[in-house]
């Protein structure tokens, strides 16, 4: 199954860190940052205006963004987990 995004969206897989210890022990709840960086897998055609013109998303696929930590929704996309966003939900992209 591939996803395709409608309007704003995008679909991202988040970075997958931990925070551990000196002597190796894995600290539960330490992904408190306010941003998390992910990659874009699908980007949606953009947004319309209220004149009806198409506004093209700002990002495209394999870009590496910093998104607000806790926004999106998450899915599986076959045996892999992504997420689905809006765009005004990335806060850069990283290059």
Do not use: W, Y
Not at 23 to 28: D, I, K, N, P, T
Not at 44 to 53: E, H, M, S, V
Not at 54 to 61: D, G, H, I, T
Not at 71 to 77: E, I, N, P, Q, T
């Amino acid at each position: 199954m591939t996803l395709k995004p409608l309007g704003d969206r995008v679909v991202v897989i988040f970075e997958e860190t931990e925070e551990t210890t000196a002597s190796g022990f894995v600290l539960a709840g330490a992904n408190r940052e306010s941003s998390k960086k992910a990659q874009v897998v699908a980007v949606g055609d953009g947004i319309r205006t209220l004149t009806g013109d198409l506004v093209a998303p700002s990002v495209k696929a394999g870009d590496t963004v910093l998104v607000e930590n806790g926004a999106g929704l998450d899915v599986k996309d076959g045996d892999q987990k992504v997420t689905i966003i809006r765009e005004s939900d990335i806060l850069a992209i990283i290059k």
